[in-house]
């Protein structure tokens, strides 16, 4: 069984940083990708970053040059750093584990609000 653990969020002015970290607990054999995701009030869940086993990276283009993500093998966790925030930023982030066959597995969740 896999589990995700955020942690991190909190309240920050317009310009300031977090660093967001995510602790996986479970098996990673047919993990594709680790990704945080965030959800806005009265919005949808989008992909905010996401980073392969190999390494690869995505970002949501609100958040490129502001934003990065990363993950230290060694201690499970994948991180999202997150400089220049923004009002617009302010929303519940969710880490997401996808592994083949379409699993996804989410955290709980963590918030964070920026404000201006």
């Known amino acids: 069984q896999v589990q995700l653990v955020e942690s991190g969020g909190g309240l920050v002015q317009a310009g300031g940083s977090l660093r967001l970290s995510c602790v996986v607990s479970?098996?990673?054999?047919?993990?594709?990708?680790m990704g945080w995701y965030r959800q806005a009030p009265g919005k949808q869940r989008d992909l905010v970053a996401q980073?392969?086993?190999?390494?690869?990276?995505y970002y949501a283009d609100s958040v490129k040059g502001r934003f990065t993500i990363s993950r230290d093998n060694a201690v499970s966790t994948v991180y999202l750093h997150m400089n220049s925030l923004k009002p617009e930023d302010t929303a519940v982030y969710y880490c997401?584990?996808?592994?083949?066959?379409?699993?996804?597995?989410w955290g709980k969740g963590t918030l964070v609000t920026v404000s201006s």
């Open positions: 997401n584990a996808r592994y083949s066959g379409a699993a996804d597995y």
């Open positions: 479970g098996s990673v054999f047919r993990l594709v990708a």
């Open positions: 980073i392969t086993p190999a390494g690869s990276t």
